[in-house]
């Protein structure tokens, strides 16, 4: 026989199982080949154990750690959900609160006399029907509820300066009362977008004494106020046909532009009484009204007495 071939280990253990008391000893033979793979199947065994017990333990650990990492978020955002509708609230009492402002601006007006009572907005029969898709609060529409107010805010400070401003004027011409007065002008001299406001304009290059507000052709134009024309015909000066009135005290209006004027100069007119229909006469681009109010002969603001 080769002697390079290895030859089978034969040896054999053998495991004595003593017992107390003096009873029957037990010998049992084990081979060592056995004895030797099954060493290695437990040390095997209990790296496989070892290695599951780790797995086992490291799980749970991840698994406690995610819930409380999701329960983390949940009271977060339960708490930002929370914060968000307390907004929300605030911005409604803010919205309510806002509609009263501007029912003491209202009253303002008729009692300054920039509004006549019939111009302003008619009490409506109260109601209680309300419907829709229930929208819970976020962050967009939130903002939506907050830019709203603000710009309200904003119409309202100057709607609120304008009353101030006449206020005083009308202290400076003797003629404040504490009842409606229709030589005020106070209404829009015709529908239509304002196309270019009172000062300056085109980059600084020039003056604008009035606004333009700009319609189709043949839009009606009322005048603002009662009083008695003192001009309607073409003015040469670049109003095209024009139509002034005077409204006492100091207050004049113009409207210029027009494409026909129906009254006459030394005519008397009502507020709300069409005077001309709106053209592109004179220098002009399109068809509108130009409208100006003046005090004692200097121009003024003519927004300051819009409603």
């Not at 309300?130 to 830019?147: F, H, R, S, Y």
């Not at 030589?183 to 003056?207: A, C, L, N, Q, T």
């Not at 095209?240 to 006492?248: L, T, Y």
Request: aromatic letters at 8%; one cysteine or more; charged letters at 20%.
């Amino acid at each position: 026989m080769d002697g390079n071939i290895k030859q089978e280990d034969n040896r054999e253990y053998t495991i004595k199982i003593i017992p107390h008391q003096g009873e029957t000893v037990h010998s049992v033979r084990v081979p060592f080949r056995v004895l030797k793979y099954g060493l290695a199947s437990l040390c095997a065994g209990a790296v496989l154990f070892v290695g599951a017990l780790s797995f086992a333990t490291y799980s749970a650990f991840t698994a406690k750690d995610d819930a409380d990492r999701m329960a983390q978020l949940k009271k977060v955002n339960t708490l930002q959900q929370e914060q968000l509708t307390q907004l929300a609230k605030k911005a409604n009492t803010l919205q309510d609160q806002m509609d009263e402002v501007r029912e003491i601006e209202q009253e303002l007006q008729m009692v300054s006399g920039l509004v006549a009572p019939e111009d302003a907005e008619a009490p409506t029969e109260s109601f209680d029907g309300q419907g829709g898709p229930w929208i819970e609060p976020n962050p967009k529409n939130v903002n939506i509820a907050l830019d709203n107010i603000s710009h309200k805010l904003d119409v309202t400070r100057s709607h609120m300066d304008g009353i101030r401003e006449a206020i005083k004027k009308q202290q400076k011409l003797g003629s404040y009362h504490t009842s409606y007065s229709a030589e005020i002008p106070s209404i829009w001299p015709s529908s239509g977008d304002v196309s270019s406001p009172y000062g300056m304009r085109w980059g600084g290059s020039d003056f604008h004494p009035g606004i333009d507000i700009a319609n189709d052709y043949d839009t009606p134009i009322v005048a603002t106020a009662d009083g008695v024309v003192t001009f309607a015909g073409y003015n040469s000066g670049g109003y095209g046909n024009m139509v002034d009135i005077d409204h006492g005290n100091g207050l004049t209006t113009r409207y210029g532009h027009a494409e026909e004027v129906v009254v006459e100069a030394g005519q008397a007119v009502r507020r709300g009484q069409i005077i001309a229909f709106m053209g592109s006469t004179g220098f002009s681009t399109g068809p509108h009204v130009h409208y100006e109010v003046r005090v004692n002969g200097e121009v003024v603001n003519p927004e300051n007495y819009l409603w």
